[in-house]
C-alpha cells in the first residue's frame, strides 16, 4: 500500500519569513496530493491540493509543487503569520485505490511575532 | 465550519462499555469516509461507503468495530467492549464528485 513520508515533524519561524514542508509517497499509482491544516481539537482542513497532471499550483500566500519522477511534494507558505500556526498534514490518493487518503506523520508549525 | 457534523464532540467511557459514534456528511456528498487519529499522528483509514454500501475495511477495524450508513446519508461507528487502546479522536469525512475530502471536527474518545 501507499506509504507517506513528511518532514520537517516541527517548524519554527519568524513572522514574514517562509516555511516549507516536504514529503515523499511510495505508489506511483498515486496521483492526488491534498494538504491540510489542523488546529487544537478540530478536524484537518482542506488549505489546497494537486493532482499529479499539475506541477504546480498557488492560491494567495500558499503554493504546492510536485515532482512526479522524484515522487515528492511540498507546501510552500510565504509571508508566515500566527495565525498559520498550526499542525500541517500532506496526504496521497489514488482512484485504483478508491481514493482513500493514506496521511504523512504531520507538521507542527510555530510562527513567532 | 466543513459541514459535516460529528456526535458526540467527546465521549469518556469505562472499559468494556459500548460506544456509538455519529457522522452527518455534507448533503450531496455520497461517499462516506471513517479515520482515526492518535496524539502526534495522521489519520488512519478505517472504512468507506458509497451510499450506503460499504466498500473498504482497513485491516486496523477490528471485529468489534461496526460501521453502517443505512440510508446512504449519516453513518454510524459502534466499538463494542471498548479497550483502552481505542483511545483515540475518530474523524469522518465526505466527498462528492471531486477527490477533495471534507473533514468533521471529530469525536474524541477516552477509554478509562
Known amino acids: 500500500g501507499e506509504n507517506v513520508e513528511q518532514h520537517p515533524s516541527t517548524l519554527s519561524v519568524q513572522e514574514g519569513d517562509s516555511a516549507v514542508i516536504k514529503c515523499t509517497y511510495s505508489?506511483?499509482?498515486?496521483?492526488?496530493f491534498p494538504w491540510y491544516k489542523q488546529e487544537l481539537g478540530k478536524g484537518p482542513q482542506l488549505i489546497i491540493d494537486?493532482?499529479?497532471?499539475?506541477g504546480e499550483k498557488k492560491d494567495q500566500r500558499i503554493a504546492v509543487t510536485l515532482n512526479k519522477t522524484a515522487k515528492h511534494f511540498s507546501l510552500h507558505i510565504t509571508e508566515t503569520q500566527p495565525e498559520d500556526s498550526a499542525v500541517y498534514f500532506c496526504?496521497?490518493?489514488?482512484?485504483?485505490?478508491?481514493?482513500?487518503?493514506?496521511f504523512g506523520g504531520g507538521t507542527r508549525l510555530m510562527v513567532k511575532p | 465550519d466543513t459541514g459535516v457534523s460529528q456526535n458526540p464532540r467527546h465521549k469518556i467511557t469505562k472499559r468494556g462499555q459500548n460506544v456509538t459514534f455519529r457522522c452527518d456528511p455534507i448533503?450531496?456528498?455520497?461517499?462516506l469516509y471513517w479515520y482515526r487519529q492518535t496524539l502526534g499522528q495522521g489519520p488512519e483509514f478505517l472504512t468507506y461507503?458509497?451510499?450506503?454500501?460499504?466498500?473498504?475495511k482497513s485491516r486496523l477495524l477490528s471485529d468489534r468495530f461496526s460501521a453502517e450508513r443505512p440510508k446512504g446519508s449519516f453513518s454510524t461507528l459502534e466499538i463494542q467492549r471498548t479497550e483502552q487502546g481505542d483511545s483515540a479522536m475518530y474523524l469522518c469525512?465526505?466527498?462528492?464528485?471531486?477527490?477533495?475530502?471534507?473533514f468533521g471536527s471529530g469525536t474524541q474518545l477516552s477509554v478509562l
Open positions: 505508489d506511483s499509482a498515486s496521483n492526488y
Open positions: 469525512a465526505s466527498r462528492g464528485g471531486s477527490e477533495k475530502l471534507f
Open positions: 494537486i493532482r499529479s497532471n499539475v
Open positions: 448533503s450531496e456528498h455520497n461517499r
Open positions: 461507503f458509497q451510499n450506503e454500501a460499504q466498500l473498504e
Open positions: 496526504a496521497a490518493s489514488s482512484y485504483n485505490a478508491g481514493n482513500m487518503l493514506t
